[in-house]
């Protein structure tokens, strides 16, 4: 199909891209700037899948992204573990979270999701902050361990985590690609537009919102573990901060809520907008950058609900017409 | 055997009787109309009979089965679909694939749904917008995607609520010929319809609900004599 | 256990559980006619929460008598909340206009932040502030039984108002059935737009009474927020009654629990109180 074949050749672009972009540009600002970027954009496709695509829209996914961060960096400080098996099990646990928020509230229509992933994220920031093997409000430090892949761990230059996280991207990208074309990519959508006429068609919907649930949950795990290990220091009011939760709407509702390209247009520019932002107007801890985006989600919303991707296709759209 | 057969099936909001001791049955290859004013039961039957509400008493069988309390989702792998009476198709979703949510029940894999969903679109006449999102079509060409969609499942018996309200003649002529060409393929219909021309045209039997009763059956030359239904009913519309 | 203690622990639930009543009725008001969940809604406390603090602080005017004013002022931000943020995205999934609330609470907050900083602020010096009432060995601190008394007030008023007037018939009908409401000559709208500003005009009262005794800052509306949310859950949506109970309940739940297990885990109390009651009672504790 001429879709598919356009994917694949944008897709392969945009990877080389990320991946040569670095090796010529040796500036470490901008290696930074390049891992924020991808692994927001990963994270927000992870949320897209439940938020987008499934319609639910989740204000909360923080505590995913904070159980991963932990899981990964905990294990790993008290007892040395590789982080790649603490990520498998932040993933696990993050499933089994997503269980539990998705089971009673699946069922039902209305806002009942949007309130539990809301209240579940401050549930969770509140028990983590009392958690004293993690030490609770001050956090964890990643030890000083031998560098490399088993540990996840690299100090003279921060090229392998972009490759890491690069590779992750390219995961979560081919996933939902492939998945929208599945049948449960279609479901997912057909829950989202009409769920009486989808129940209808023989879709069972709780089961398929839990899916969606689980799958985001799982990715955005690690995502919180990778970003755990890049960083090197976690603490409940960073990784599992209504901070996060807020940024991965952000950027997909700005990109395109279940769009494809959504998440990566969306965090091509408010990636790069608040690294800068806040070295222009400062680390005041002032929140002017949040004040911009708060405005920008209304904005978006009022003016093209279907984020910049919804502006890219009507300038195709006039274009084909003239 | 009955392909469809309720036994004394009540439905209660609160106090309210939706349905009262319901019994009712289709035959295999029947088209069967169901007229009665708003609110009279007929798409609460509906629900109790594609598992969207689950009737307070009494029983539904499909082919012999019990299907009382069969969820929702199910029953549409069991065999049965039904449209909507106030129109819900996929409108950001191209024709193709509204059917191919109907195809899907059948055909998980998504090349064979569009091949299913394509053969649909051949019998519906639908082809030729294959590739237009439902959303900007006209209300008439988005119930004929409901109706595309809905046999898309490959159901025994289908129950349609009002696919005809708010078309045109022309495009009401053009349902009832899609009507009939659905029902020559061997399925079992059951329609909800207000356009009374319609129903008696189309039906092989005819059954009249009022409040929540269901006041009598029988085939359409019978009904349109029957005096409670022309008090209840046909009154003001077909009679004066 | 003593039960003064006990006694104690109930009333203080009580006291408070009313504020979060009245809370919750401004936002199960919207929920019901709109379906719309507001997640500005803690935002409009803390506006309402800081107008007061600020009319205290600049011009001196007690927090009882600012109370009308902060009422007004709050009935005004939801009508303009309505015409700029809400009205415009009606025509869209759902989805949009929660995110569209979501920003404004975003904003709203960021906003407060920027001009008047994190710090938090407490008025100390006024009619109600500091004083309590002690008998049978109980203490009651004189600004919560005021602002318990007046949302319970207000929350009663609210509540005739709703099943009583005529705007209120004409909210229920919108609430039941918007397209037919509209046939029949409501300009739902018109509504919409009231019930907005009503139902921030409900938070604004309990914003008044509130900064009598609590402290006030940028982020103070989050919990009450989620709080809010729960309870508005917990009653059944739209529900004025169910509010009113379940804020009680939440109240009692919060202190109670937050005793014997730890006030830092009380969320987590409530939360599970929550789930418990929609995996039972998918349509609220008082919903059919």
């Known amino acids: 199909m001429q879709n598919d074949k356009n994917f694949y050749i944008i897709f392969s672009i945009i990877l080389i891209f990320m991946a040569v972009a670095p090796l010529v540009i040796q500036n470490t600002h901008f290696q930074h700037l390049l891992i924020m970027l991808l692994l927001f954009a990963t994270l927000s496709q992870a949320w897209n899948l439940i938020g987008g695509y499934a319609g639910q829209v989740s204000f909360g996914h923080a505590v995913f992204f904070g159980i991963g961060s932990y899981a990964a960096m905990a ?89 890491i996280v690069l590779v992750f991207f390219f995961i979560m990208m081919l996933l939902t690609f492939r998945m929208e074309r599945t049948r449960m990519g279609y479901y997912f959508r057909a829950i989202k537009q009409r769920p009486e006429a989808a129940q209808a068609m023989g879709v069972h919907i709780s089961k398929y919102k839990q899916y969606a649930l689980m799958m985001s949950a799982f990715f955005t795990a690690i995502c919180g573990a990778l970003y755990g290990l890049y ?92 | 055997m009955a392909v469809l057969e309720a036994k004394d099936v009540s439905m209660y909001f609160g106090e309210l009787a939706a349905l009262k001791e319901i019994n009712l049955s289709v035959e295999q290859g029947e088209i069967l109309g169901l007229i009665g004013p708003n609110g009279a039961g007929k798409t609460t039957f509906f629900n109790c009979a594609t598992g969207f509400l689950t009737c307070t008493r009494g029983d539904i069988f499909f082919k012999g089965q019990n299907i009382t309390r069969v969820p929702g989702h199910r029953v549409c792998h069991i065999g049965i679909c039904r449209t909507f009476q106030i129109v819900q198709s996929f409108s950001e979703m191209t024709v193709l694939e509204n059917v191919m949510m109907g195809a899907f029940c059948r055909h998980p ?132 | 256990m003593d039960v003064t203690i006990f006694l104690q622990l109930v009333i203080s639930g009580l006291l408070i559980g009313f504020v979060f009543s009245l809370i919750a009725v401004g936002l199960t008001l919207i929920w019901g006619v709109m379906d719309i969940l507001n997640f500005a809604h803690g935002d409009f406390l803390m506006l309402a929460m800081f107008s007061a603090f600020l009319m205290f602080a600049n011009l001196g005017v007690d927090p009882v008598f600012s109370l009308p004013v902060i009422v007004g002022l709050l009935f005004f931000v939801g009508l303009l909340t309505f015409r700029l943020v809400i009205k415009p995205v009606l025509g869209y999934h759902a989805l949009i206009a929660l995110l569209a609330t979501f920003g404004l609470s975003i ?64 909210l229920r009908a919108t609430a039941l059935d918007k397209d037919t409401a509209l046939l029949m000559g409501i300009n ?86 929550y789930l418990i009651v929609i995996s039972l009672r998918p349509k609220g504790l008082f919903g059919w």
């Open chain 1, 75 to 163: 294990p790993l400080t008290h007892w040395g573990l590789t982080p790649w098996v603490g990520m498998l099990i932040g993933g696990v646990v993050a499933i089994i979270v997503a269980l539990i928020i998705g089971v009673p509230v699946f069922r039902l229509k209305g806002h009942y999701f949007a309130i539990s992933t809301f209240a579940v994220a401050e549930v969770v920031r509140e028990l983590f902050t009392n958690w004293e093997w993690v030490d609770g409000p001050i956090g964890l430090d990643a030890p000083v361990l031998e560098q490399g892949f088993y540990n996840l761990m690299f100090y003279k230059n921060k090229l392998p985590y972009l490759y």
């Open chain 1, 231 to 322: 960083i090197l220091h976690i603490e409940p009011a960073t990784v599992l901060s209504l901070d996060i939760s807020i940024k991965i709407v952000l950027i997909t509702a700005l990109g395109g809520t279940g769009a494809l390209w959504g998440p990566l247009l969306g965090s091509i520019i408010l990636i790069p907008l608040q690294e800068y932002s806040r070295i222009w107007l400062g680390g005041t801890g002032k929140g002017i950058d949040l004040i911009l985006l708060g405005a920008l989600i209304v904005l978006i919303c009022i003016y093209e609900p279907r984020g910049i991707v919804g502006l890219l296709k009507r300038f195709n759209f006039q274009k084909g017409k003239n």
């Open chain 3, 188 to 273: 739902t709208n018109r509504v919409f737009a009231l019930t907005f500003g009503l139902g921030a005009a409900c938070v604004g009262a309990a914003g008044g009474f509130l900064v009598n005794f609590y402290y006030v800052f940028p982020e103070v509306g989050l919990n009450f927020a989620i709080l809010s949310f729960v309870i508005v859950a917990l009653g059944g949506f739209g529900n004025i009654g169910g509010a009113f109970l379940a804020g009680i309940l939440v109240g009692l739940v919060e202190n109670i629990g937050g005793f014997f297990v730890g006030p830092e885990f009380k969320y987590t109390l409530v939360f599970i109180l």
């Open chain 3, 107 to 170: 904003f709203i907050r960021n906003v407060v932040l920027f001009f008047l900083g994190p710090d938090f602020r407490v008025i100390n010096q006024s009619v109600l502030a500091g004083k309590r009432i002690s008998f049978l060995g109980l203490h009651l601190s004189l600004p919560q039984l005021v602002s318990a008394i007046g949302c319970v007030l207000i929350t009663y008023v609210v509540y005739l108002f709703i099943s009583k007037s005529k705007f209120g018939r004409a």
């Open chain 2, 109 to 240: 894999n998504t090349s064979n749904s569009m091949h299913s969903a394509q053969d649909i679109l051949d019998f519906t006449g639908l082809a030729d917008k294959r590739d237009q999102i439902a959303g900007s079509l006209t209300l008439a060409d988005q119930k004929r995607i409901e109706l595309a969609r809905t046999i898309a499942t490959e159901p025994d018996l289908i129950l349609l609520d009002e696919v005809m309200a708010g078309l045109n003649p022309a495009e009401t002529e053009e349902a009832i010929e899609l009507i009939k060409k659905i029902h020559q393929k061997g399925l079992t219909i059951i329609v909800v319809e207000h356009v009374m021309e319609v129903i008696m045209n189309i039906s092989h039997r005819i059954a009249v609900f009022d409040s929540g009763e269901l006041i009598v059956e029988g085939p359409p030359e019978k009904i349109v004599r029957d005096e409670r239904v022309i008090q209840a009913y046909l009154g003001e519309e077909y009679h004066a």
